[in-house]
C-alpha cells in the first residue's frame, strides 16, 4: 500500500489540474449558497414581521418560521451541491483510491448493509432510519476488507407527536475477514464509566451491563483505561487481544483522534471510527487547495485502508478453524 507522502504527491501532481477546476466552482457555488441563504433568510424576517403583526404571537410564529426556513435552506443546499460533489468525488476520492489500489472497487452512492452493521453487535440501539455512502471493498494483501460512511439514527416522540432523531452512530465503518473463526464474540467499546466514575466505580458499572456480555479485565493499564471489553467466552478473548494486539488498537484509536469501537465476530473484525460527519464530502466553505483539507481526504483513506496492516490482518497467526 501506498504511503501517506506517497499519496499526498498523487494529490497534488496527478489530481492538481482537477482541483483548480474544482475549485473554481467551488467559489461560483460557495457565492451562490450563500446568496441563497440571505434570500431564506430576509423572507423568513419577512414573514415573522407579518405574523407578528397579524396575530402579535412573535415567538410561536418565529419558531415555525424558523424551522421552516431551516429545512428549506437544507435542502436547497443538498440539490445546489449535488453536481460538485458528483464531480469531486469522480475526479479525487476515486483516483485516490484507485492510486492505492487498482483492485478496489468504489462506489459513491452505495454504503455497507445494516446487516453487518447490526451483526458487529457493537451498537445495541434499535435502528429507525440507516444511510450512507461512499462504499468500497476489495483485498488488500489477500484480505477481503470493505468499509463505507454510514450514519445510524433511532426516533422519539414527546407529549406533543413531535418527532426528534437522534444519532446511534455517525462516521467511517469497517469490515475485514480475519485469519480466524471465533467460537464467541468479542466487543470492544470506548471506556466512558472509567473515565467518568474512577477504575473502582466505573468498573463495577461495567460489570453491571446486562445487555452485554461478561465483562473481560485485561491486564494492560493503558489499554483498560481506554477501553472495556465483554465476551462471550473469557478465554478466547484473551488469547485474542493479544499485547501486540491491544497495543495496535491503542495505536489506532490514537492516530484517529476519535471514539472507536471494535468487535470479533465469526470470522470478521468490524471496526467503527465516530467522526459523527460524512467524511468525504467536498468542502464548500473551505478551499479544495488548502493543504490541510487535502490532508484530511488522504489520511482518512490512509486509515480505513491501512487497518490491514496496522492490525496485521494478512499475517496467518491463526488458521480458521
Same mark, same amino acid.
Do not use: C
Given at each position: 500500500?501506498?504511503?501517506?507522502?506517497?499519496?499526498?504527491?498523487?494529490?497534488?501532481?496527478?489530481?492538481?489540474?482537477?482541483?483548480?477546476?474544482?475549485?473554481?466552482?467551488?467559489?461560483?457555488?460557495?457565492?451562490?449558497?450563500?446568496?441563497? %441563504?440571505?434570500?431564506?433568510?430576509?423572507?423568513?424576517?419577512?414573514?415573522?414581521?407579518?405574523?407578528?403583526?397579524?396575530? %402579535?404571537?412573535?415567538?410561536? %410564529?418565529?419558531?415555525?418560521?424558523?424551522?421552516?426556513?431551516?429545512?428549506?435552506?437544507?435542502?436547497?443546499?443538498?440539490?445546489?451541491?449535488?453536481?460538485?460533489?458528483?464531480?469531486?468525488?469522480?475526479?479525487?476520492?476515486?483516483?485516490?483510491?484507485?492510486?492505492?489500489?487498482?483492485?478496489?472497487?468504489?462506489?459513491?452512492?452505495?454504503?455497507? *448493509?445494516?446487516?453487518?452493521?447490526?451483526?458487529?453487535?457493537?451498537?445495541?440501539?434499535?435502528?429507525?432510519?440507516?444511510?450512507?455512502?461512499?462504499?468500497?471493498?476489495?483485498?488488500?494483501?489477500?484480505? *477481503?476488507?470493505?468499509?463505507?460512511?454510514?450514519?445510524?439514527?433511532?426516533?422519539?416522540?414527546?407529549?406533543?407527536?413531535?418527532?426528534?432523531?437522534?444519532?446511534?452512530?455517525?462516521?467511517?465503518?469497517?469490515?475485514?475477514?480475519?485469519?480466524?473463526?471465533?467460537?464467541?464474540?468479542?466487543?470492544?467499546?470506548?471506556?466512558?464509566?472509567?473515565?467518568?466514575?474512577?477504575?473502582?466505580?466505573?468498573?463495577?458499572?461495567?460489570?453491571?451491563?446486562?445487555?452485554?456480555?461478561?465483562?473481560?479485565?485485561?491486564?494492560?493499564?493503558?489499554?483498560?483505561?481506554?477501553?472495556?471489553?465483554?465476551?462471550?467466552?473469557?478465554?478466547?478473548?484473551?488469547?485474542?487481544?493479544?499485547?501486540?494486539?491491544?497495543?495496535?488498537?491503542?495505536?489506532?484509536?490514537?492516530?484517529?483522534?476519535?471514539?472507536?469501537?471494535?468487535?470479533?465476530?465469526?470470522?470478521?473484525?468490524?471496526?467503527?471510527?465516530?467522526?459523527?460527519?460524512?467524511?468525504?464530502?467536498?468542502?464548500?466553505?473551505?478551499?479544495?487547495?488548502?493543504?490541510?483539507?487535502?490532508?484530511?481526504?488522504?489520511?482518512?483513506?490512509?486509515?480505513?485502508? %491501512?487497518?490491514?496492516?496496522?492490525?496485521?490482518?494478512?499475517?496467518?497467526?491463526?488458521?480458521?478453524?
Amino acid at each position: 500500500m501506498k504511503s501517506l507522502s506517497e499519496l499526498t504527491d498523487f494529490y497534488y501532481t496527478h489530481l492538481y489540474s482537477d482541483l483548480e477546476t474544482l475549485e473554481k466552482e467551488r467559489r461560483v457555488l460557495r457565492d451562490r449558497v450563500i446568496m441563497v %441563504g440571505v434570500v431564506i433568510g430576509v423572507i423568513a424576517l419577512s414573514i415573522m414581521g407579518f405574523i407578528y403583526k397579524s396575530v %402579535g404571537d412573535f415567538h410561536n %410564529g418565529m419558531i415555525f418560521v424558523a424551522v421552516a426556513g431551516a429545512i428549506l435552506g437544507g435542502i436547497a443546499y443538498k440539490f445546489m451541491i449535488k453536481d460538485y460533489t458528483k464531480a469531486f468525488k469522480q475526479k479525487i476520492i476515486r483516483p485516490l483510491i484507485n492510486a492505492i489500489d487498482e483492485k478496489l472497487r468504489y462506489t459513491p452512492t452505495m454504503h455497507l *448493509s445494516q446487516h453487518l452493521f447490526e451483526r458487529s453487535e457493537l451498537f445495541k440501539h434499535r435502528i429507525d432510519r440507516f444511510n450512507g455512502n461512499d462504499f468500497v471493498k476489495g483485498d488488500i494483501d489477500g484480505v *477481503s476488507l470493505q468499509f463505507s460512511d454510514l450514519h445510524a439514527e433511532y426516533k422519539t416522540k414527546d407529549s406533543k407527536g413531535n418527532t426528534s432523531w437522534h444519532t446511534i452512530f455517525q462516521g467511517l465503518f469497517i469490515v475485514a475477514e480475519f485469519n480466524k473463526h471465533f467460537k464467541g464474540r468479542t466487543i470492544i467499546l470506548p471506556d466512558h464509566a472509567e473515565k467518568s466514575f474512577g477504575k473502582l466505580i466505573g468498573g463495577w458499572l461495567q460489570s453491571k451491563n446486562l445487555s452485554r456480555d461478561k465483562l473481560v479485565k485485561m491486564d494492560d493499564p493503558a489499554f483498560e483505561k481506554a477501553f472495556v471489553v465483554y465476551g462471550s467466552d473469557q478465554i478466547e478473548a484473551r488469547y485474542l487481544l493479544t499485547h501486540t494486539m491491544m497495543e495496535r488498537l491503542l495505536r489506532f484509536r490514537k492516530r484517529t483522534g476519535q471514539k472507536i469501537f471494535v468487535s470479533f465476530v465469526g470470522s470478521h473484525i468490524h471496526l467503527a471510527v465516530y467522526y459523527n460527519k460524512d467524511l468525504f464530502e467536498p468542502t464548500v466553505f473551505t478551499s479544495l487547495l488548502n493543504y490541510k483539507q487535502a490532508m484530511e481526504y488522504v489520511e482518512t483513506l490512509i486509515l480505513a485502508i %491501512g487497518i490491514v496492516e496496522e492490525l496485521k490482518l494478512n499475517q496467518k497467526l491463526w488458521s480458521k478453524q
